[in-house]
T-cell receptor, first 116, second 114 residues
Framework: AQKVTQAQTEISVVEKEDVTLDCVYE???????LFWYKQPPSGELVFLIR??????QNEISGRYSWNFQKSTSSFNFTITASQVVDSAVYFC?????????????FGKGTRLSVIA | KAGVTQTPRYLIKTRGQQVTLSCSPI?????VSWYQQTPGQGLQFLFE???????NKGNFPGRFSGRQFSNSRSEMNVSTLELGDSALYLC?????????????FGEGSRLTVL
């Protein structure tokens, strides 16, 4: 069965600090997709990134970067030079693709507070 | 392009009543998924529709049902409401017919059951 664990429930940092959000996943499929979503106070989840299981290249997008390591089943998310606008709940999610893509299974989320 | 629109945004019901929530996907998107978000259980998948057909269903009781119309708009219904149904119900649409596509979420309908 698929499972996503985000061990950090809440993180608080001071503006301009770097912060890493951890995500560990479990799946028996060899083909799967990993996602990160951001949920600001308004409620909607905003898509940040999708990775497939065959692409272990790290990705950087502005102040955001993602580290995918199959060996440790982790897909961590780093925000560099954090800003107050980064305050939100961040969710990691997994979809197995072995026999037709399964619905997203989300972790419990990490609430990030960036203090000015 | 307008985003995913959910109505109503907030509603209060009492136990035993029923509720219908509506979701208008992004124009051109044919896949609509519904999720329930609660503090205890987090985000849980309810069901997914594509071209008016339910393709996947989560582990929820039969009191939870949904449908999709020919214009891709979707509704979900919860009958015989229980206190535990209080939650934020999120709708997401996708232009892909595969669930691993990028999902675009609405702001949700916050249901309170008294």
């Amino acid at each position: 069965a698929q499972k996503v664990t985000q061990a950090q429930t809440e993180i608080s940092v001071v503006e301009k600090e770097d912060v890493t959000l951890d995500c560990v996943y479990e799946t028996r499929d060899t083909t799967y997709y990993l996602f990160w979503y951001k949920q600001p106070p308004s409620g909607e989840l905003v898509f940040l990134i999708r990775r497939n299981s065959f692409d272990e290249q790290n990705e950087i997008s502005g102040r955001y970067s993602w580290n995918f390591q199959k060996s440790t089943s982790s897909f961590n998310f780093t925000i560099t030079a954090s800003q107050v606008v980064d305050s939100a709940v961040y969710f990691c999610a997994l979809s197995e693709a072995g026999s037709g893509n399964t619905p997203l299974v989300f972790g419990k989320g990490t609430r990030l507070s960036v203090i000015a | 392009k307008a985003g995913v629109t959910q109505t109503p945004r907030y509603l209060i019901k009492t136990r035993g009543q029923q509720v219908t929530l509506s979701c208008s996907p992004i124009s051109g998107h044919r896949s609509v998924s519904w999720y329930q978000q609660t503090p205890g259980q987090g985000l849980q998948f309810l069901f997914e529709y594509f071209s008016e057909t339910q393709r996947n269903k989560g582990n929820f009781p039969g009191r939870f049902s949904g449908r999709q119309f020919s214009n891709s708009r979707s509704e979900m219904n919860v009958s015989t409401l229980e206190l535990g149904d209080s939650a934020l119900y999120l709708c997401a649409s996708s232009e892909s017919d595969r669930l691993a596509g990028e999902l675009f979420f609405g702001e949700g309908s916050r249901l309170t059951v008294l």
